[in-house]
């Protein structure tokens, strides 16, 4: 033990906790040196300067700061425990364990990958539900489109024919079925003067769509193309067809009606089964 | 003068040993009996709630880690928590660059025991009684390092005296007490 009046001096500093840096190291090295002098100094100044700082007015301590305090010492007991008990038991080599690691690794990965691959299904098929529901949208559209321009005509149709019934002069004629479609039958209804008719048909049955009907009138015995029409599946019985054609004239100068069955094109003459026929003037 | 800070050595002792058995209820009873007096002496310094718990917390996990750390210097574990909280509060307020404005401080309406801080008990008498007994200038600097929180530098420019006048002067007053 070496006294020093240095350290001696410094005491009542210490004492109060205001002794700092390298004094403050100095000053604690020299005391832990078992200075007895300097020690007893330092016993007698910590008791005095406890004092004066008990005797000091206090702060309010929140508690919450035993709580967070002790609960760091717990936690720093355990994390100790831990690395004790981590530094007592012998370190075996993972030669067992490693390989479940890394299987568990690995079907976390495949694990991972299936379920993208679902996602991806899932979304993919999502968005095919999606287009197909677009595209019957759109075929309900088109279909709406459709039968909305089919009333449209068949109006209009309508409102030619109940002018053209108004309308005078007219001429009728009632057409009866050959042999193969004896059940069928028919009315011609035009005006001479409008160049205006109607067809009107009974039971003709539907056809194939790569055939159609074919109107024909015999007129100075030429077949003159009047009408191509088809029968649909929804119209039951009768079905109504207006007539355009500069060539329906005078009763009289008509020769014969006949419908006949020709291809989706139409015929230059007729040349398919004959369904109907009326002869006028024979 | 004695008190409760100021604990038997064997009592010391047997809390060390328990701290040392990691025993938490411990490290409660000394927190319970000594965080009060800690925080308020880094309350002065820091002048900053959260850095002051920061501090507290520091402290008493030093000695909950580290129990060796507490070397018996012939002061009690009282004394090195108040030495340790103090000094640690000081390097912190240093090292953050916040310092006191010394200048600004009026020395005359200092004073270590307000007219309103009546002793609380016989022994706080005694201690203000005693306090009168040491020169107007040993009271300032206790007053300014222990009730204002200031450094020993921040004294010495206050005073306008050296650190080492201000040492003397400390262990003159202290004798005194």
Known sequence: MNHDDKYLRLCGVYA?????????????????????????????????????????????????????????????????????????????????????????????????????????????????????????????????????????????????????????????????????????????????????????????????????YQLWMIKDEKPIDILTFSVSDDSTDENIFLILSKELGEKNQIEEFIITRETRKGAIIPSGELVISVKLNP | MSNGLSKIKNEDFAILERIKQAEETALAELYDQYSPVLYGIAMRVLRSISDAEDILQDVFLQLWNKPDSYQSFGISIGSWLVINTRSRAVAKMLSKGVRHQPHQIDLNNITFFSAEHLPQNEFQSKVIDAFKKITPDQQRILTLICHEGFTIDDVAQILKVTTEQVHKRITEGLRIL
């Not at chain 1, 495949?110 to 993919?124: D, H, P, R, Y």
């Not at chain 1, 968005?127 to 677009?134: A, C, D, F, P």
């Not at chain 1, 059940?183 to 048909?201: A, H």
């Open chain 1, 16 to 212: 109060l906790g205001a002794l700092d840096g390298s004094d403050q190291k100095n000053f604690e090295a020299h005391i832990q040196s078992r200075c007895e002098i300097c020690g007893t100094e330092l016993a007698k100044f910590t008791e005095i300067s406890d004092v004066l700082y008990k005797s000091l007015p206090q702060f309010h301590v929140q508690p919450e700061l035993r709580e967070r305090i002790l609960f760091s010492a717990r936690l720093a007991k355990v994390v100790k425990s831990s690395i004790q008990k981590t530094g007592e038991e012998p370190i075996v080599l993972p030669t067992v364990e490693t390989p479940p690691q890394k299987a568990k690794s690995q079907w976390f990965v495949l694990i991972l990958l299936v379920a993208v691959l679902i996602m991806i299904l899932g979304f993919t098929m999502y968005i095919k539900s999606l287009l197909n529901k677009m595209d019957e949208q759109r075929e309900f559209q088109n279909t709406q489109q459709s039968l909305l321009t089919k009333y449209a005509d068949k109006l209009e149709q309508q409102n030619a024919i109940v002018q053209l019934l108004k309308s005078y002069p007219l001429e009728i004629i009632k057409l009866d079925g050959s042999l193969s479609y004896s059940n069928c039958s028919g009315k011609i209804i035009w005006n001479p003067v409008n160049k205006v008719g109607v067809l009107q048909t009974s039971n003709l049955p539907t056809i194939p769509d790569e055939n159609v």
